[in-house]
Each structure stands twice: as structure tokens, then as C-alpha cells.
């Protein structure tokens, strides 16, 4: 069993209460914060712990803390990106249900190293649950002195807000998350200035994930340092992996950085292999927005060494033959699924959500769309897949948020790829129709293929 | 162009303008306009929707133009624009949603329900549609009901019809 700091007592009967999140150790490390560290040493002890951002970018915390510019007399914010909705990633939403108290409990510790009097959760407006019980779970960490005026009599004030989203995926990139929390459009900002020179109000402000401000926890109650230990290299420390698709078990893993993928697919304490006994075709590591990859691609590094789920590993080749860490979603393709509709479904998705403010975004990803639909209905010419390719490449890098570049990946290594699946749908319109290209030519290895018992 | 529809004009009541006055304190002085996103909520809540005289009335209490409130209706998915059912079901048609049959659920709610996606029950009961990522890939096909936002899990055929049928016993 692999050590877990976020999901310990996760199935602890009534965690999601400020009694019973006490009784298990919880807000001790308001308590060692606020009573015997400085800001400053805690931004320090986030630096030691090598914890990088896990809303996807992976910048580290501690540098990004670090960078926050300090002007007397003017407010500064700590804003927690709550905005979770790039498909195959639904961690936080996990974490904010069960253990709302971690991540209030982060939020404080974070504020004060920050020096933030009020800071704000923005969650995406579809969460009214998990909306309704931060809310809850604030007013009792008030009502037992955690929140509010003099926090445990040192003088220091916070308090805490959720603001609601309205539905737009743009609003979990940090600039246009802070123009909606001042009531506007989410369109992202140009940067510089990045949000810690001038953020929400034109004030320094730190953006941080839901799952890198509950990492904060542990790292001040055991130090940096042991944080440092878990993990692989640069990658430290455990992560939250959102798995989906056709798995045996999906749902929300705790692993430390460094697991092999196959041990993540494929071992039963963690996904239990592929739904159905049917064979692996593909994954997304790391939400929708990064390269998929073939089945051996995902096992194994180019030189044949296992692939392991770091940042490092995961990227390893490039986008050639790698892919990204990003924000942990992890979504499984059996030998059935089409990659042409997948990509299609994928197109819609960032077309439906690009804010429109980019003309490459805003026409590109239509454009894109239009394509994928027309190959995958059947209606495709052996020019349109080079027009894709040529589309995705004319807006990646070319638009003010990485949006742009979000939905240009996976058309690209789709392509990338699957390239002979998309002609096999050109070349046999009607066939595609009602048959799939399975995964002959993807090189499964083939002890990777479960045997399925004879009845 | 945005097309308004014919609509009889609201009052918003003074329990909801109480509301409005708690979540303006939220913000710094001067920064109300970040209330801006959460009052249309609780208006939505109020009336299943958000009319045009209710953004109109909004735009007064922020002390902002009405065309502010507009650009930010518009542009987000969660606001209503337009009448819906009294259940507004809203199932995530996305990637992963799709690999364990989300399309299937569209479709059968389709047949069901009688109505096209975005039209509502000659009954006023129910419309729906489908909507891009709810955050819940791993236990798809997912669904959530406005303005409450229940959520329904791991759906089936099956389980669709049950829940159909027992929010017409409910009502």
C-alpha cells in the first residue's frame, strides 16, 4: 500500500465534519503555522517540499508563493482554483465532497503565509453541492474560532469565501478565473502582469488548485523535507489521479509519483485492469487536454523502460512519443473505442468552451470540429486529415491562454498516432459506420492482453 | 443578435434582495460587481430562469449597466436565457461520459421524454440537454437536475426511467 496524505481517512464515517476531521489530527497545522512559524518560513518549508501545482502546469508552489509582490497597504488574495472541468479530471471535486475540511484547512494556513486577510474558493457553478458544503464546513471552522477576527488570539484575521462559476471551462485558467470573480466575462488576461504583480482587483494574488493548497497540510505538519522524500526526482510527493473510461475500477486514486502506469492500470489495488476483458488501447494521462497515447506508448518509454506516473516520465520523448502529467485525469480506451469519434467528441468540447477572444481559437477549434465530424461521419477526403494537422498546428502557441494549445493536442497526436485510423475511415466511409478499426496495428504487448476464460 | 423573449416582467422579492445584500458583503467596497455571477444564481433559483427585467433590476442593486449583466448572462452555459422545465436535466455528453454510453441517455431521453433537446414538456415538467464536462468522468454517464443540482451516477436506461417517473409522482 502506497502512503496517502490527502485520502488517509477518507472512509473515516463523518470526515467531511470539523469533529471528527479534529478527532484525526485535522487543524494542527493552522495551529503550528500561525503559532510558531512566519510566513516566511512556511513559504520556505512549501519550497523544500518540491511541490509542484496540480491543477495541471505543475509550476512549483513554493517559487509561485515566492514571486507574490509585497506593496504596504495594498490588499493581497489568495484565490483557490476550484473551477475543475477538463474532462477525465474530477479530483477536486472528490476531495471538496468528502474532506471540504482539508482544503479550508490549506486555505488558512496558505492565507497567512501570504499575508491575505480574505481569499476566495471559486468553484465552478455546476458544483452546488460541493458549494453547499464548503459553506457549511466554513461556518463551523468560524463558529470554532479557525476562521474570522485574532484565529487562535495571534492577531491574524481571514476570512473565507466560495464564489460560484457559471459554466465555462475557460475560468479554470487563472486570468479569466479572476475576471469572473470581479463579475465579468471570463476572458483570460494578457500576461505579464502575471496575478501576483497584479491579480483580482489589481492586487498581488495567488491562484492555486484545490488539491495544492490541501497539499499544504501535511507538508507543514511533517515538514518539507519528509514531503521531499515521497516521490521521484522533481516529482514530489503523493497526487490524486482521476481515472475513467473503460476501467475495471475508476474513481479517485492517491498515488505516490513514481508508480508504474501498468501497476496503475493494471494491480487491483488501484484500476483492477481493463473493463469487460477486452484489451487497452489508449490513454489520456493527464485530462483532456493532453496527447493521447497507444497502449505501448503508455507502458513503456521509447528505449523500453516502464513509464511511470512523474512528470518527468510521462513527458519523457516529447510529444513524439510522450505525453503530460497535467492534471491527473486519467481516461482509459478499450480495443472498441474510436479514436476518430473520440477526437471529434474532444474538438466539440473545446470549441463549445474557447471564450472566443483568439481568432485562431475561436475559428480554429470550430474549424477543427467541423473537420473530425465530417471523417468520422464518413464524409472525408485523405486533404482533410492534412488540413487538420495543418489547422491544429496554425493555432497551438498562437492565442493568449493555453486553451488554444489544449485543443490542438489531442487533434495532433491523434493524428500523430492514429493515422491510419482516420484513413480507414476516409477509405471505408460505410464500414466505419457500424465497425471499429480495433487495435491490430497498435502493438499491445501481448502479455498485456487478459486472457479470457472459456465458459 | 440575442434574441429576448416575450416576457412578463418580475419583481424581485425582499427575501431575495436580503440574499443579494449577503453576498455583496462579500467583496472589498467599491468591487461589488464580483457579485455579479452568484446574484444571477440566486435568481435562477428563484424563477428557473433569469428574465430579462430580473437582470435589469440586478444591474440597479450593483449600480452597474444592464448591457454588464447581459455580456455576462450570455456568455456563461448555467444561465437560462429562456424558460425551462421544472426539472432541467442536464447530461455530460463529454469524452469519458461518452466511452460508458452517455449518448445512449440522450437518446433515450429524447424518445422518452417526447421533446428535442432544449424544448420543454407540454406539462412544464421537464427539458434537457446535453452539456460539456460535469467533473464526475469516473462514474458516467452522469446527470444533474437544476436548480438544486442533484446528481445522478453510473445512469442506465433503467435508472433514467425510474427517476423520470419519480419526479412525475413528486410533483
Known sequence: MSRKLLLEHINVPGINTLEVYRQKGGYRAVEKALKTLTPEEIVEEVKKSGLRGRGGAGFPTGMKWSFLAKPEGVARYLVCNADESEPGTFKDRYLMTYIPHALIEGMIVSSFALGAKVSYIYVRGEMMPQIRILERAIAEAKAAGWLGKNILGTGYD??????????????????????????????????????AIAGLYGCPTVVNNVESIAAVVPIINDGGEEYAKIGIGRSTGTKLISASGNLV????????????????????????????GKRLKATVAGGSSVPVLPANLTLKLANGEPRLMSYESLSEGGFATGTMLGSGGFIAFDEDQCIVRNTWNFSRFYHHESCGQCSPCREGTGWMEKILHKIEHGHGSMEDVDLLWDVQRKIEGNTICPLGDAAAWPVASAIRHFRDEFEWHIKEPVKSQTQNYGIANYAVPIEKAPVVEEK | MLKVEEQTPVTLSAELLAKFDEVKSRYPEGKQKSALLPLLHLVQAEYLWVPTSAMDQVAAYLNIQPIEVYEVATFYTMYFLKPQGKYALEVCRTGPCCLVGAEKI????????????????????????????????GYGPVLQISPEYTFYENLTTESVDKLIEDLKNKS
Open chain 1, 249 to 276: 475500477k475508476p474513481g479517485v486514486y492517491e498515488i505516490e509519483l513514481g508508480l508504474p502506469v501498468e501497476e496503475f492500470i493494471y494491480s487491483d489495488e488501484y484500476c483492477g485492469g481493463i473493463a469487460n
Open chain 1, 158 to 195: 481571514l476570512e473565507l469565501y466560495v464564489q460560484p462559476g457559471g459554466g465555462a471551462y475557460i475560468c479554470g485558467e487563472e486570468t479569466a478565473l479572476l475576471e469572473s470573480l470581479e463579475g465579468k466575462r471570463g476572458n483570460p488576461r494578457i500576461k505579464p502582469p502575471f496575478p
Open chain 2, 106 to 137: 440522450l437518446d433515450h431521453l429524447e424518445n422518452k421524454l417526447g421533446v428535442k433537446e432544449g424544448e420543454v414538456t407540454a406539462d412544464g415538467l421537464f427539458s434537457f440537454r446535453g452539456v460539456e464536462c460535469l467533473a464526475a468522468c
